[in-house]
């Protein structure tokens, strides 16, 4: 199975301010990188997919990078709506793997 | 809109069985894999379960696998998640998600439904 390292695992960050999150996988996944946002008490939203990939109606303050084994997701001017719990997700092979999350709070 | 709801969580004893339903709508159901994927009280995600759009496909997670069928009824549009042998640590909030494509990503989720496997 693809093992996904996800850091770190919990962030304080003030509104206005610019975060990193990164997620490892235990081999390439050429890309296939996927990245979640859930906000407490409510379902995970789909935020990028194929590692740069935005999806429809997620602001442009977000954005991810990588290949290989190694993907960043980079929130710019956090805004008070951001801060929630982060997944990783590996896209490639048939065993769906998560990251442990990243729980991103405010300071 | 695209809606999944699902539905028939509730507590168990453990070794014990549940069924879980997911109804989907605004969408052509027919077209689209679908998964089973659980999150544990206060943790993170866990993939559990994925079929295909014509059922020819079908994996489970390790943890999982021989205890749990998924499986759908396209007519009705409704994904099904049979659970048998249950233990404690299936205890989770149960979500449907729509397979979103071929890279392999989850793009609508349902609500959630609660199961806890407890004596």
């Known amino acids: 199975d693809i093992q996904m390292t996800q850091s770190p695992t919990s962030l304080a960050a003030s509104v206005g301010e610019s975060v990193t999150i990164t997620c490892l996988a235990s081999?390439?996944?050429?890309?296939?990188l996927v990245w979640y946002q859930q906000k407490p008490g409510k379902s995970p939203q789909l935020l990028i997919y194929?590692?740069?990939i935005l999806e429809d109606g997620i602001p442009s303050r977000f954005s991810g990078s990588g290949s290989d084994t190694q993907y960043s997701l980079k929130i710019n001017s956090l805004q008070p709506e951001d801060f929630a719990s982060y997944y990783c997700q590996n896209g490639l092979s048939t065993l769906f793997t998560f990251g442990s999350g990243t729980k991103l709070e405010i300071k | 809109e695209v809606q999944l709801v699902e539905s028939g969580g509730g507590l168990v004893q453990p070794g014990r069985s549940l069924k879980l339903s997911c109804v989907a709508s605004g969408f052509t159901f027919s077209n689209y894999g679908m998964n089973w994927i659980r999150q544990a009280p206060g943790k993170g995600l866990e993939w559990v379960a994925y079929?295909?759009?014509?059922?020819?496909?079908?994996y489970y997670a390790e943890t999982v696998k021989g205890r749990f069928t998924i499986s759908r009824d396209n007519a009705k549009n409704t994904l099904y998640l049979q659970m048998t042998s249950l233990r404690s640590e299936d205890t989770a909030l149960y979500y449907c998600?729509?397979?979103?494509?071929?890279?392999?990503?989850?793009?609508?989720w349902g609500q959630g439904v609660m199961v806890t496997v407890s004596s």
């Open positions: 079929i295909s759009s014509g059922s020819s496909y079908i």
């Open positions: 998600a729509r397979h979103g494509g071929t890279s392999h990503y989850f793009d609508y």
């Open positions: 194929g590692a740069t």
């Open positions: 081999e390439d996944i050429y890309g296939s």
